[in-house]
């Protein structure tokens, strides 16, 4: 224990004191003092021997354990972390005999002290303080024996668990979770149903639609056979690029249980390069889709420059013409005007004698 100059000032003022004053503590006091620094100390000790026995015995434990599962650690990370549990352990064995230390010298100096100012307390209030100290003792004993039983009873529930770890999840988690799973397949399927019955009566419209012609802006039967050849092969890319990915995942996932000391982020080197080739190949059809894609629209553009009749609905060249004719000719009225005459431009006033042009400017150009 640190003392700050004021205290070691006073501790050694008193060294040197024999006889002891009205203030200073009876021997009973002191004696009682002394067992209860004496018990606390050998409860303290115990304690520590506890969680000393409990660690070595779940170190022998997790030293008795042969299998891991797919997140369990490399021989380096094990490695690492005995060196920093043991550099930690060797640091709090310091502090902790540093502290003894301190507390012993502190001790010494307290024994060794023979007069006692005005602050030593009564009888009663010693009386007070124990039954306090040993009411907060009995209570942190009754908390830590129902943390224990808690403990010993989740123990034994995952001890129960047969193919799952320590961080698997309850029975009713497990099943929340798949009512949950299902209630979304339920309705993914209900949607999907809904879409494909959209989808059909759309398609039946669209075939009812086709059999009273189509206008101008309709495809030509080779468009239309091209259309239905891209909607083809894109079809025919879905699945094959389903069943690569079904594949994929797979592979990845058999790759991943054969794995022993990697954890789940780690990715084989099949792995790395089933990637690389899917992103290789993915390039690839986008490029060739761009192409015919491109390929597409400059075959559709030929074909609709290269349209030269209309539907039933255009009109002929002689229609045309005659229309342009009849357009071009004016149109006299069939009756005379009625009503008030047309708006137009304001009328002038007569020049007056002696008003200059440029005036005269001005106001013709402020009338309009």
């Given at each position: 224990m640190?003392?700050?100059?004021?205290?070691?000032k006073k501790l050694e003022k008193k060294k040197g004191q024999v006889?002891?004053?009205?203030k200073a503590l009876s021997a009973e006091t002191e004696a009682g003092r002394k067992e209860i620094a004496d018990r606390s100390a050998a409860d303290h000790k115990a304690h520590d021997e506890k969680v000393a026995a409990a660690a070595k015995e779940q170190k022998a434990k997790n030293d008795a354990q042969v299998g891991r599962d797919s997140k369990a650690l490399s021989a380096e990370t094990e490695a690492?972390?005995?060196?920093?549990?043991?550099?930690?352990?060797?640091?709090h064995k310091a502090h902790e005999e540093k502290t003894a230390a301190a507390a012993r010298e502190q001790k010494a100096k307290n024994d060794a002290q023979v007069g006692r100012d005005s602050k030593a307390l009564s009888a009663e209030t010693e009386a007070a303080r124990q039954d306090i100290a040993d009411r907060s003792a009995a209570e942190h004993?009754?908390?830590?024996?129902?943390?224990?039983?808690?403990?010993?009873?989740?123990?034994?529930?995952?001890?129960?668990?047969?193919?799952?770890?320590?961080?698997?999840?309850?029975?009713?988690?497990?099943?929340?979770?798949?009512?949950?799973?299902e209630r979304r397949a339920k309705e993914k399927a209900a949607q999907a149903a809904k879409l494909a019955e959209q989808n059909k009566e759309m398609k039946r419209r669209l075939a009812e639609a086709g059999k009273h012609g189509k206008d101008s802006k309709s495809l030509t039967g080779e468009e239309e056979a091209q259309r239905k050849k891209l909607e083809e092969q894109r079809v025919a890319q879905m699945k094959k690029s389903r069943v690569e990915m079904s594949a994929h995942a797979k592979q990845l996932?058999?790759?991943?249980?054969?794995?022993?000391?990697?954890?789940?982020?780690?990715?084989?080197?099949?792995?790395?390069?089933?990637?690389?080739?899917?992103?290789?190949?993915?390039?690839?059809?986008?490029?060739?889709?761009?192409?015919e894609m491109a390929e597409r629209a400059k075959q559709l553009k030929a074909n609709n420059d290269a349209q030269v009749g209309r539907d039933s609905k255009s009109l002929s060249a002689e229609t045309e013409a005659l229309r342009?004719?009849?357009?071009?000719?004016?149109?006299?009225?069939?009756?005379?005007?009625?009503?008030?005459?047309?708006?137009?431009?304001?009328p002038m006033e007569a020049t007056k004698p002696g008003q200059s042009p440029t005036k005269l400017r001005e106001e013709v150009a402020a009338a309009r």
């Amino acid at each position: 224990m640190v003392l700050s100059p004021w205290c070691s000032k006073k501790l050694e003022k008193k060294k040197g004191q024999v006889g002891r004053d009205s203030k200073a503590l009876s021997a009973e006091t002191e004696a009682g003092r002394k067992e209860i620094a004496d018990r606390s100390a050998a409860d303290h000790k115990a304690h520590d021997e506890k969680v000393a026995a409990a660690a070595k015995e779940q170190k022998a434990k997790n030293d008795a354990q042969v299998g891991r599962d797919s997140k369990a650690l490399s021989a380096e990370t094990e490695a690492a972390r005995q060196e920093i549990a043991d550099r930690s352990a060797a640091d709090h064995k310091a502090h902790e005999e540093k502290t003894a230390a301190a507390a012993r010298e502190q001790k010494a100096k307290n024994d060794a002290q023979v007069g006692r100012d005005s602050k030593a307390l009564s009888a009663e209030t010693e009386a007070a303080r124990q039954d306090i100290a040993d009411r907060s003792a009995a209570e942190h004993k009754a908390h830590e024996e129902k943390t224990a039983a808690a403990a010993k009873e989740q123990k034994a529930k995952n001890d129960a668990q047969v193919g799952r770890d320590s961080k698997a999840l309850s029975s009713d988690t497990q099943k929340l979770r798949r009512e949950t799973a299902e209630r979304r397949a339920k309705e993914k399927a209900a949607q999907a149903a809904k879409l494909a019955e959209q989808n059909k009566e759309m398609k039946r419209r669209l075939a009812e639609a086709g059999k009273h012609g189509k206008d101008s802006k309709s495809l030509t039967g080779e468009e239309e056979a091209q259309r239905k050849k891209l909607e083809e092969q894109r079809v025919a890319q879905m699945k094959k690029s389903r069943v690569e990915m079904s594949a994929h995942a797979k592979q990845l996932k058999e790759n991943n249980e054969k794995q022993v000391g990697r954890d789940v982020k780690s990715l084989s080197e099949e792995t790395e390069k089933a990637r690389e080739a899917k992103a290789e190949h993915s390039a690839e059809d986008h490029e060739k889709s761009e192409k015919e894609m491109a390929e597409r629209a400059k075959q559709l553009k030929a074909n609709n420059d290269a349209q030269v009749g209309r539907d039933s609905k255009s009109l002929s060249a002689e229609t045309e013409a005659l229309r342009k004719e009849k357009a071009m000719e004016p149109t006299s009225p069939s009756k005379p005007r009625e009503g008030p005459p047309r708006p137009g431009p304001t009328p002038m006033e007569a020049t007056k004698p002696g008003q200059s042009p440029t005036k005269l400017r001005e106001e013709v150009a402020a009338a309009r």
